[in-house]
């Protein structure tokens, strides 16, 4: 028995006489619809011009079209319930230790990655305020709410860490000043410091060096597409939308010359169609350049362009995911693990007891991100569920116990003799829910 819903995007059966991996030619996204004039750019919302009233939770289907950053930022339901503007229960976390905020307009993000519930091509049928991200819906809350909030409860906040997500508008550069200003004028850095998840697109070096200035402490860049292919096929011109490869690198260099080493980091989906060897190469040179990789499972996420695609199989993204931690943080090179011919590990390149030893540990399996105030590999930024149901967990958001530990050996094909994994016990009433 288990008190998880069902869900049906789940990944395939591993190795169920099919592939272990998402490969590049199934992981194709549909082709954007037409949106009609009467929706375009938040009309609807502008139309029935309603005033806001304080807190929205998604679906109160209140069009308002002042409800916009600086003014408004929409935040994660796990920010809403730790911050307690929203009621609700995570399996397996008390809190959140991140406080995700993102920046809103009527108009939304004027960008269609396919991946992604806010892109642009979905203004035909729900509004920005009402958009699913990351799996989950994103209530829009006054900012200087939340400031209050934060600031009243000075070193005993729950969270370790602020991010500003900034999405691509042309208010979005001027506005995440705004916010950032508005924050480290009420809260110190040192007590919950800032990351910027940054829209490279409208940027240039000098507002990277403006968001130092005022306080940010890391700055990451959402490549998301491990490949160049990949990314102009899920986030260029494969679906209309503004992104390029080479800007994104422009200002990933920006960010490591300006925030400097352990500083700033890269976003990348993994299972968009890269092999292993292409997305631990990518990891290897951020590392080679001073910074971190954040990794994200490929969902496919309800509304978005590739939501008839397969989530990442569980064996790939966990040799994945145990590979970026010994890259990251183990000082393990790429160069020194062994690919097999569609480019999957098969060889780690360290000594078997010490990969035991690592991943027994299973930080490894945690959610990655920018680090909270626990130890540098721990990230804040647990975003639970962000890539995964509950009932077949992806990034974990808490530490792994002893039977999530035998689930994820038996995803790598590692279980120990006489410590085998039992279908769902992870998921046993008592245990988390
Ligand atoms: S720019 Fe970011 S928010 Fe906008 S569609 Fe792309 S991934 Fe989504």
């Not at 938040?42 to 939770?57: D, F, H, I, M, S």
């Not at 929203?86 to 269609?112: D, F, I, S, V």
């Not at 200003?181 to 809260?187: Q, V």
């Not at 499972?297 to 790939?316: I, N, V, W, Y």
Request: glycine share 8%; with cysteine.
């Amino acid at each position: 028995m288990t008190c998880l819903k069902r869900e049906v995007a789940l990944p395939g059966p591993a190795k169920a006489g099919g592939l272990d991996h998402n490969a590049f030619d199934i992981m194709l996204p549909r082709a954007p619809g037409l949106t009609p004039v009467e929706a375009k750019n938040g009309q609807r919302v502008k139309t029935a011009n309603v005033p806001p009233e304080g807190v929205y939770l998604p679906n109160n289907n209140r069009l308002a079209p002042h409800m916009r950053s600086p003014d408004y930022v929409q935040m994660s339901t796990a920010a809403a319930i730790t911050l307690g503007v929203m009621p609700g229960k995570m399996y397996g976390c008390g809190c959140t230790r991140c406080l995700n905020l993102l920046l809103t307009y009527p108009e939304g993000c004027r960008a269609n990655c396919a991946y992604c519930g806010l892109a642009r091509h979905r203004e035909a049928d729900r509004d920005y305020a009402d958009r699913n991200f990351i799996r989950v819906n994103w209530p829009a809350v006054p900012l200087g709410q939340i400031i209050d909030k934060v600031s009243s409860d000075g070193p005993a906040t729950p969270f370790h860490r602020m991010c500003i997500s900034m999405i691509t508008h042309p208010r979005s550069d001027a506005d995440t000043l705004t916010v950032l200003k508005a924050w480290t004028d009420r809260i110190d850095p040192a007590t919950v410091p800032v990351s910027i998840l940054s829209n490279p697109t409208t940027m240039t070096a000098e507002d990277v060096g403006r968001l130092k200035d005022l306080g940010a402490d890391i700055f990451t860049v959402a490549l998301d597409a491990a490949t160049p292919e990949i990314f102009d096929r899920t986030r260029g011109k494969g679906v209309a939308s503004p992104h390029s490869w080479s800007k994104y690198w422009e200002i990933l260099r920006a960010a490591r010359d300006i925030f400097g080493p352990q500083k700033f980091g890269a976003h990348i989906i993994v299972g968009m169609g890269e092999t292993e060897h292409d997305v631990l190469t990518l990891v290897q040179q951020i590392v080679d350049m001073g910074g971190h990789s954040h990794m994200f499972c490929f969902f496919p996420e309800k509304g978005s362009l590739m939501d008839h695609l397969p989530a990442t199989p569980r064996d790939q993204w966990r040799r994945v995911q145990l590979a970026r931690y010994l890259i990251d943080y183990a000082q393990v090179r790429v160069e020194q693990m062994r690919f097999d011919a569609a480019g999957r590990v098969v060889d780690f390149g360290i000594p078997e007891f010490e990969l035991d030893t690592i991943i027994d540990k299973g930080i490894a399996f945690r959610t990655s991100g920018c680090p909270g105030k626990i130890q540098q590999d721990i990230s804040a930024c647990d975003r639970p569920y962000g890539d995964s149901p509950a009932s077949n967990i992806a990034s974990y958001p808490f530490q792994p116990g002893a039977a999530d530990l035998r689930k994820i050996r038996r995803q790598l094909d590692r279980e120990k003799p006489g410590d085998t994994y039992s279908e769902g016990e992870e998921l046993e009433i008592g245990e988390r829910c």
